[in-house]
């Protein structure tokens, strides 16, 4: 098993255990470590094996209201102005790029991710 297998092996067992709530399964996906939310969306949790460091937490939801929300640090050009460059979130579309204070820690990172996808949840 490599790092990043262990990685995402450790995500798998924080989404089932701690947000059994939200969570009704994970698979790993191409690279990816994909969640299966109870409200049929998916969130697809990648790290680079190649580039020490590099992430993307993308939460997808164009199916049941057209939005996405993604966290990464891969340097985007519209986000360079943000004072969290090369960090960034896109809120709802694509374009709609903010600053992002996900931790560099992907157990924290997760956590702090599925919190905001159970609130946003809750919302709607």
């Known amino acids: 098993m490599n790092t990043r297998e262990r990685i ?4 798998s067992d924080i989404a089932l255990g ?3 709530d939200l969570v ?5 996906v ?5 969640i299966f939310l109870n409200d049929n ?5 990648w790290i680079s094996e190649k580039r020490k460091g590099v ?3 993308h939460w997808e939801r164009k199916l049941i209201d057209g939005t996405i929300y993604r966290h990464n640090n891969i340097p985007d050009r519209e986000a360079r102005q943000l004072k969290t460059f090369p960090k960034h979130f896109h809120k709802e579309k ?9 931790s560099d820690v992907p157990e924290e990172a997760l956590r702090s991710f599925l919190l905001f996808a159970r609130e946003v949840i809750k919302r709607k």
């Open 8 to 11: 995402y092996q450790k995500l």
């Open 18 to 20: 701690e947000f059994s």
């Open 24 to 28: 009704e399964g994970v698979r790993f």
């Open 30 to 34: 191409e690279g990816k470590l994909r």
């Open 41 to 45: 969306s998916v969130m697809d949790i």
């Open 55 to 57: 992430y993307a937490y």
């Open 94 to 102: 694509e374009e709609n790029i903010a600053e992002s204070e996900i």
